[in-house]
Structures are given as structure tokens and as C-alpha cells.
């Protein structure tokens, strides 16, 4: 079982509309999420990071914790092509030195 | 300079050389990593050093060395590498390993091996 899975899509909208994207992890005692963006042939960008169950919001960005059920998820509103990149999530332990990532789900937003 | 830097962006090098990549934070952290990233794969974590320190060798094999001089500084020395260590090597820092913090990722180092 990976321990950080995510849909590969690709995921694609129209430009302004809410994309969607999951992940979910295997291990009950993580406790830091992050979401990061990956342009082609780009290093990752760091867009959010959450450690409490809810909703964090960040200008079109709101990532969503659901301890209980092993999911985070990220939204992006008012969707724009230039929002067409990979999305990677990541999950890490207090006291452990790694950071496990997802594949990565590849979102592209039409205009 | 700003952030962490990787040198060089790009590489090629043949099965019997030997290279060393550069990895500088700039960011006062005390944490740094290697992660290779191949295509249609997931980042793979190979080293952590925390406070110059290696705390993690993810199986890696003995033909990527790291160094760690100190907090601001990571290398990865390579030598005798196969076709298939083509990838994408990045470096990233973050404030120490705890794992409470988020990291920072360099540009990275496309690597080709011939």
C-alpha cells in the first residue's frame, strides 16, 4: 500500500470553474499536509500546508483535512490556465525525516 | 540569492565520470534533503542531513555519496552511475526534520547519463 495516493487525471476544467483535487494517506499518525504545485520541468512550489482537521483558506487556494478519514483535499477557484500543473501532496509524521509524496495529479484548465 | 540554489541545472556524464551536484539554502534552515525524481514516478527521498547530521539513506546506492559540510551546504558526489540514474535531482531544505515544517525544493539538477 502507498502510503500517499492520488489520482494521476488528468483533471480538467474550464477556466473559472472549482477544481477539485484528493489525496489520501495510509497512515493514521500523520500530521502534516501539504500541497505543493509542479510546473513541467519545474522543481515543486509549495502552495499550502495544513495540520488541523477543517478548512484552511488561502486566496483561491482552500486545502480540506479529514483526519478521521484519511483525506486532504485542495480546491481552486476561479480556475486559470495558468493554474495547469501537476499537484503533488505530501504527508509527514512529527519526528520522522521523511515526507512521503503522491504521484502528483496533472490538472489542466481550459480557457 | 534567494531561497536554494542547485548547480548545475543541467548535466551530462558518461558512465565512468565522476560529478558532484551543489545544493545552497539561504534560508537559515537546518535541514536539507536529496530527492530524485524520475518520470511518471513519485519524488523519491534518498538522503537527510539534519544539522549536518545524516539521519536518512533511503537504500540508496554507494555510487551517490552526500556530503554535508554544514547547515547552508549539501552535495551529491556521483560516480560509476547506470543509464537509469537519469532523473531529475532535487535539493530541499526546510527548518529542521521534526517533520513540522514545509520544504523548500531547489530548481533541481536535470542529470543525463550516457
Known amino acids: 500500500q502507498k502510503e500517499v495516493e492520488q489520482n494521476s487525471g488528468p483533471l480538467s476544467v474550464p477556466e473559472g470553474a472549482i477544481a477539485s483535487l484528493n489525496c489520501t494517506y495510509s497512515d493514521r499518525g500523520s500530521q502534516s499536509f501539504f500541497w505543493y504545485r509542479q510546473y513541467s520541468g519545474k522543481s515543486p512550489e509549495l502552495i499550502m500546508f495544513?495540520?488541523?482537521?477543517g478548512d484552511k483558506e488561502d486566496g483561491r487556494f482552500t486545502a480540506q483535512l479529514n483526519k478521521a478519514s484519511q483525506y486532504v483535499s485542495l480546491l481552486i477557484r476561479d480556475s486559470q490556465p495558468s493554474d495547469s500543473a501537476t499537484y503533488l501532496c505530501?504527508?509527514?509524521?512529527?519526528?520522522?525525516?521523511?515526507?512521503?509524496f503522491g504521484s502528483g495529479t496533472k490538472l489542466n484548465v481550459k480557457p | 540569492e534567494t531561497g536554494v540554489t542547485q548547480t548545475p541545472r543541467h548535466l551530462v556524464m558518461g558512465m565512468t565520470n565522476k560529478k558532484s551536484l551543489k545544493c545552497e539554502q539561504h534560508?537559515?534552515?537546518?535541514?536539507m534533503y536529496w530527492y530524485k525524481q524520475s518520470a511518471k514516478k513519485p519524488l523519491e527521498l534518498m538522503f537527510v542531513y539534519n544539522f549536518k547530521e545524516q539521519t536518512e539513506n533511503n537504500s540508496v546506492p554507494s555510487r551517490f555519496s552526500p556530503e554535508c559540510p554544514n547547515s547552508s551546504h549539501l552535495f551529491l558526489h556521483l560516480h560509476t552511475l547506470q543509464p537509469e540514474d537519469s532523473a531529475l535531482y532535487l535539493c530541499?531544505?526546510?527548518?529542521?526534520?521534526?517533520?513540522?515544517?514545509?520544504?523548500?525544493f531547489g530548481p533541481g539538477t536535470r542529470l543525463t547519463v550516457t
Open positions: 505530501a504527508v509527514t509524521k512529527y519526528n520522522f525525516n521523511k515526507f512521503y
Open positions: 530541499a531544505s526546510s527548518q529542521d526534520a521534526s517533520g513540522t515544517g514545509e520544504q523548500y
Open positions: 495544513i495540520y488541523s482537521n
Open positions: 534560508l537559515g534552515h537546518n535541514a
